[in-house]
């Protein structure tokens, strides 16, 4: 018997087009550690999306009967939307108190945008309390992963009142901020803006961007130190020029052509 030809899926450049979310699931899949976003089905059934989930698994069914779907595994095909709708749809039949591993890529078929009706809240969180219910979280044995966990993560924060922005501590303070845009459009606002001199905030440095998902995330590096409740004035003033220099149609200067190949050739693609 002939071996089954393994499915190639097509690569799809923008797998979240359309969706309302767009920035945060792209956000969720490459730069933050613990997040989750609500949603209704079309069926009617409620799922949550989350970064990630215990052992990498591709859903969880909690006890409580809360559905979790990860949106960072450790399998992934040419189009995330397909690979999570999949997990979905398998995760729908789990019992409460079991999970669903996902190892081979899937087949083609319904995809983010025809399983979902809306999102609902999204949340960022410091330890993964959302893989339990309220009274497993209480347990001391789970009181002590948690606190594990919390000291593994990278500690990463929504900057409040700019959407897509979040600031996080490494070896250095970064904010990565991820704008809904085309890429051509972020990229010739940010040529603009350093050739003007006005690409920062709060003393910050411009450092580069990466290439996610079909978006791009502009990365500043922050003065030592520096908090994310700090930045929500200045980064607030600076977003509003961000989006004056993204919706200019004026031609690039010489300076500015200059300046965009040097952020291209700088560029990082995430996966």
Not at 32 to 48: K, N, R
Not at 78 to 107: C, F, H, K, N, Y
Not at 155 to 174: D, L, N
Not at 209 to 218: D, E, N, S, T
Request: hydrophobic residues 40%; glycine residues 6%; negative net charge.
């Amino acid at each position: 018997m002939s071996k089954k030809k393994r499915t190639v899926i097509p690569f799809v450049e923008r797998p979240f087009e359309g969706l309302n979310p767009e920035a945060e699931l792209v956000a969720m899949r490459e730069i933050l550690p613990l997040a989750t976003i609500e949603a209704q089905l079309t069926s009617g059934h409620e799922v949550t999306f989350a970064t990630i989930l215990p052992g990498m698994a591709s859903a969880i069914r909690r006890e409580d009967g809360v559905l979790l779907v990860a949106v960072q595994t450790v399998m992934s095909s040419g189009d995330p939307s397909l690979d999570i709708a999949t997990r979905v749809l398998r995760g729908l039949d789990l019992e409460p108190g079991t999970s669903l591993e996902l190892s081979e890529q899937p087949e083609p078929g319904p995809r983010l945008q025809d399983i979902v009706e809306s999102f609902g809240e999204f949340a960022l969180h410091e330890e993964p309390t959302f893989w339990m219910t309220a009274e497993e979280v209480d347990k001391p044995e789970n009181q002590r992963a948690l606190a594990d966990s919390r000291e593994q993560l990278i500690p990463t924060k929504a900057v409040a009142g700019v959407p897509g922005a979040y600031w996080c501590r490494m070896s250095h303070e970064f904010v990565r901020y991820v704008r809904p845009e085309p890429r051509d459009a972020i990229l010739d606002a940010l040529a603009r803006m350093r050739v003007a001199g006005t690409a920062t905030f709060d003393e910050s440095r411009f450092i580069g961007a990466f290439r996610a998902q079909g978006l791009l995330i502009p990365v500043w590096q922050l003065q030592a130190g520096s908090e994310a409740d700090e930045l929500e004035k200045p980064l607030a003033v600076f977003a509003k020029e961000f989006d004056k220099a993204i919706e200019s149609t004026d031609p690039l200067t010489p300076d500015e052509k200059r300046a965009r190949a040097g952020i291209v050739s700088r560029q990082v693609t995430l996966r």
